[in-house]
């Protein structure tokens, strides 16, 4: 059974951090592996798809990689900003179904 | 483009009434359907996905139920609540193609008394 676990369970950073969130997973026979956000009280938005043969993806201030053989991705957000504050989410794509960590709740200080 | 409604937005209701929420999608056709149920402190967990009118697939044993009545409606039902049904329920779709992303609606706020 695909489990996956993403560590921080919360991080708290100042304005302007660089900073990284991990996600592992336990089956490499993944499809993709999706990066949301989730602001609190509302829907995912989907922020970076990793296709099962590619290595990473970029959009803007984020980069999210994927290391299938280890079972881990990690998703990089440059010079953070508090409008970055909220829970991040990885999920991976399993027979045409989703697997979630649990997140990661970030806030930004200013 | 493509749209997704959930409705009711926040629901209060007494254990042992039943439950009926409602997901719509706009501008394609097709689309895979999946309901989910987010528990303070848990992660998401898949309920139901259908791929089809009146293809729906469980995949936990629990107190709901699902139905796709046309192809762009998803409803979840239950003929008697229990408290542990509170939570977040969301409604997401996908074009169908392996490999897309879920887009996912604003969710339901469910709170059994």
């Known amino acids: 059974k695909q489990e996956v676990t993403q560590i921080p369970a919360a991080l708290s950073v100042p304005e302007g951090e660089n900073l990284v969130l991990n996600c592992s997973f336990t089956?490499?026979?993944?499809?993709?592996l999706q990066w949301f956000r989730q602001d609190p009280g509302k829907g995912l938005t989907s922020l970076l798809l990793?296709?099962?043969?590619?290595r990473e993806q970029t959009s803007g201030r984020l980069n999210a990689s994927l290391d299938k053989s280890s079972g881990r991705s990690t998703l990089y957000i440059a010079a953070s900003q508090p409008g970055d504050s909220a829970t991040y989410l990885c999920?991976?794509?399993?027979?045409?179904?989703?697997?979630f960590g649990q997140g990661t709740r970030l806030t930004i200080n200013p | 483009s493509q749209t997704i409604h959930q409705w009711p937005a926040t629901l209060v209701q007494p254990v042992g009434s039943p439950l009926s929420l409602e997901c719509t999608v706009e501008g394609t056709s097709n689309p895979n359907l999946y309901w989910y149920r987010q528990a303070a402190g848990r992660g998401l967990q898949l309920l139901f996905y259908?791929?089809?009118?009146?293809?729906i697939s469980s995949e936990v044993p629990q107190n709901l139920s699902a139905s796709r009545p046309q192809d762009r409606q998803f409803i979840l039902s239950s003929k008697k609540l229990l408290l542990s049904d509170s939570g977040f329920y969301l409604c997401?779709?996908?074009?169908?193609?392996?490999?897309?992303?879920?887009?996912f609606g604003p969710g339901t706020r469910l709170l059994v008394l």
């Open positions: 990793i296709q099962s043969s590619q």
């Open positions: 259908s791929v089809g009118i009146g293809q």
């Open positions: 999920a991976v794509l399993i027979a045409q179904k989703l697997v």
């Open positions: 997401a779709w996908t074009p169908g193609l392996s490999g897309e992303t879920q887009y």
């Open positions: 089956d490499s026979a993944i499809y993709n």
